[in-house]
C-alpha cells in the first residue's frame, strides 16, 4: 500500500519547537523528493522545505534559519526540524513524496502555535 504518514504535530508555545515525521511506505523512498507543505486557513498551500534523494535541500526564504528538513532513507522517514515557532506558522502541514513519474500526498498533520 502507498501511504505516507505525517506525525509530530500538536499545540506548541510561541518560540517553542516541534519536530514532524513522515514515513513512507509502497515507494521507492531513496528516488523521491521529500516536500513538507503547509495551508493556514483561507489560505493557499506553501512549499515549506524539500530534500532530494540524494540529500540537497531547500527551505523557503521566510522559514529560513528557523527550520530544517532531513530524511533517513534506511527508515524511509523525513523530518522537518521546526524552531522558534511563531503563531503564523499555524496549518496544516502536509507531507509529498514526488518523482517525475508519480506524486503522492499525506493527509496532513495540525500544527498550531499558541499561548
Not at 66 to 78: G, H, L, M, W
Amino acid at each position: 500500500q502507498v501511504l505516507l504518514r505525517e506525525s509530530g504535530g500538536g499545540l506548541v508555545q510561541p518560540g517553542g519547537s516541534l519536530r514532524l515525521s513522515c514515513a513512507a511506505s509502497g515507494v521507492n523512498f531513496r528516488i523521491a523528493t521529500m516536500n513538507w507543505y503547509r495551508q493556514a486557513p483561507g489560505k493557499e498551500r506553501e512549499l515549506v522545505a524539500n530534500i532530494t534523494g540524494g540529500g540537497t535541500n531547500n527551505v523557503a526564504d521566510s522559514m529560513k534559519g528557523r527550520f530544517t528538513v532531513s530524511r533517513d532513507n534506511a527508515k524511509n522517514t523525513v523530518y522537518l526540524q521546526m524552531n522558534r515557532m511563531k503563531p503564523e506558522d499555524t496549518a496544516v502541514y502536509y507531507c509529498n513524496a514526488r518523482t517525475t513519474a508519480w506524486g503522492i500526498w499525506g493527509q496532513g498533520t495540525q500544527v498550531t502555535v499558541s499561548s
